[in-house]
């Protein structure tokens, strides 16, 4: 009798230890970033009612928060400000006196090797909402540049260590690059969000930014969520112009952009865990329907096997602590 032939592949799977020596993808504290609200005031700590667990926090509890981060390992923050008037210009945003630019200083004095992200954009700061200069219902794109340059050189004059510009104007990229180069900060990176989409996952961040547009969307200069190989086109004119690290967001839908960008273009890649991707999880798991730290997990090694370098994600805090329990 002929003897029957197949591979074993259960041979690598039936200890958990050797589950892990074959493991081909792993995720680490230092693969994320951690977004952080910060509110004009005093004392304040708002939870965003639409993301369980995040919270604005305003300058003089920004410490506190920060020492968390650092303590679980965390090596890097994104920061986003919430100012307290703004005008159709967004000038609280390029602001030397603005509330990002106050937090990046306060955070780097207290903790000079946390790496610090500064979000650059004008929508949070825009009566408006939108991420440029309106005029007649209509979002100008060159007028816009200035502003975005603006606000770019003052972050990275308060300390920013990584400029990360997410408006999605046209030449974004190339005219931060020239402000900061001109300015002497030619040491500072850009992390473009290169790859952005027009996308309905945002709603709960714009609870937490107060960005929502106040006419219209932003489909005008954020992507089509049918098209892929503009993702590539967007993606590489980012490099060309000066971007050191590409962005995709949202991740968990955009799985194989994220792939497609890690592929054909050599530089580090980030993906956005983004608002609604979390308040998601964090609905079901509330109601009992899901393991949570299992389904973060898992989507956060997809975003890695997808070809991420990086992470921006609101699970930070929580899965820096999963890794330490499991070491």
């Not at 703004?86 to 030397?96: C, F, N, R, S, V």
């Not at 273009?265 to 608002?275: D, I, K, R």
Request: aromatic share 8%.
């Amino acid at each position: 009798m002929k003897e029957l032939q197949f591979t074993r592949h259960r041979r690598l799977r039936h200890s958990e230890n050797l589950r892990g020596l074959v493991r081909e993808t792993h995720l680490q504290k230092e693969d994320l970033i951690y977004p952080i609200f910060v509110v004009e005031g005093e004392n304040k700590r708002n939870p965003v009612a639409s993301m369980p667990g995040v919270e604005q926090v305003s300058l003089d509890i920004l410490i506190g928060e920060m020492q968390e981060v650092v303590n679980l390992g965390i090596k890097s923050v994104i920061v986003f400000g919430i100012p307290a008037n703004k005008d159709e210009l967004g000038t609280q945003a390029y602001h030397d006196n603005g509330i990002v630019q106050r937090a990046i200083t306060k955070i780097k004095e207290h903790f000079p090797d946390l790496v610090v992200i500064a979000d650059t954009c004008l929508c949070h700061y825009t009566s408006h909402g939108h991420c440029g200069i309106v005029e007649e219902g209509k979002i100008l794109n060159d007028p816009t540049l200035d502003l975005l340059a603006r606000t770019a050189v003052s972050q990275a004059k308060a300390g920013a260590d990584v400029i990360a510009p997410s408006n999605m104007m046209d030449g974004f990229v190339a005219a931060i690059r020239l402000g900061l180069d001109e300015a002497g900060f030619d040491h500072i990176p850009i992390m473009s969000y290169g790859v952005k989409y027009g996308s309905a996952f945002y709603g709960p961040f714009r609870d937490a930014a107060h960005s929502s547009p106040q006419f219209g969307d932003r489909k005008t200069y954020q992507m089509d969520p049918a098209n892929r190989a503009e993702a590539l086109r967007e993606a590489e004119s980012d490099m060309l112009e000066g971007a050191d690290f590409l962005i995709v967001k949202p991740a968990l839908s955009y799985l194989d952009i994220i792939r497609d960008v890690k592929s054909n273009l050599n530089v580090p890649v980030v993906a956005y865990n983004v608002s609604g991707e979390y308040s998601m999880v964090k609905a079901a798991a509330a109601n009992g329907w899901i393991n949570e730290k299992e389904i973060v997990q898992e989507m956060l090694i997809s975003m890695k096997r997808a070809g991420a370098d990086l992470i921006i994600t609101y699970f930070a805090k929580d899965v820096a602590c999963w890794i330490s329990e499991e070491k």
